[in-house]
């Protein structure tokens, strides 16, 4: 097997990028949405009006942290130093 050309080490490398980009939108996506559903259910309550919505949000939480679960905020882009992940 032939080692990789430039351009496919670009696009590993791109592709490694927006997966890390990916996975940081999600991480902060599931910290922010409780700032979301936890006032809606606060102030207008569990009712057949807000269910359909209080549902679709409990859910892009879970798969908000599901995804962005990797992230860490110690990776050499915050500038920490630490080059183990």
Known sequence: MSAPTPSR???GRALD????????????????????????LAFRGFSP???????????????ALLAGRRHRTDSPT???????R
Not at 50 to 55: D, G, W
Not at 78 to 84: I, K, V
């Open 17 to 40: 990028d927006a997966v890390r980009v990916g996975e940081r939108l999600a991480f902060w996506a599931g910290v922010a949405l409780p700032c979301v559903h936890l006032p809606l």
């Open 9 to 11: 080490r670009r696009l």
């Open 49 to 63: 009006e807000t269910m359909p919505l209080l549902l679709a949000l409990w859910t892009l939480h879970g798969v």
């Open 78 to 84: 915050h500038g920490s130093g630490n080059q183990n």
